[in-house]
């Protein structure tokens, strides 16, 4: 019964593909996110979503472009895959856009651009 | 920009010891949250532990708990009874009160508990 769940967990691709990762969350939450997590492990935020409405998009490529169907739903599609985007993507969801009590994370997948 | 700081990017410990993992951070509000989280192997993110900083009471939670200093704008986490469970990245994270602002993370440091 996973609270936020992503797929696929781990995505192997050329370069110049385009790919899509899903998320999906069952809580009842209304804002979700998508983070980057480098080869170095740091976590910067991408964009957010409160009640499919983009909140924050930060200076990320325009080749990643977030789609939310409804506030249960966050995908991320990426086009033209570059070797630099290889990473670890991670949705997650809070309560409310203020929300007092931190996220909860999908387990993530793991972007290999060859 | 708010910022967050782990000094520390490994720390080692023996089981059953204490270990104090720091973390500072750069704002100028007065209302904010703060967050530990966890990352194991398995990559998934937990949230350890948060504080709120009106409160001037320490979070604790079982084993783990924290010292905020918020003049000193610091927020380290303390780990009781190490286990070898407790191995994982630990970010120290941030969030302003009533923003859009999202989480801001720290680098994170890599904790190492020695059997």
Redesign the interface.
Known sequence: DTAVSQTPKYLVTQMGNDKSIKCEQNLGHDTM?WYKQDS??????MF?Y?NKEL??NETVPNRFSPKSPDKAHLNLHINSLELGDSA?Y?C?SSQA??A??????G??T?LTVV | AQTVTQSQPEMSVQEAETVTLSCTYDTSESDYYLFWYKQPPSRQMILVIRQEAYKQQNATENRFSVNFQKAAKSFSLKISDSQLGDAAMYFCAYRIGGGADGLTFGKGTHLIIQP
């Open positions: 996110y170095k492990k740091f976590l910067k935020i957010s409160n909140i924050i670890v991670f997650a856009l203020f007092l009590y931190g996220y909860t994370f387990s993530g793991r």
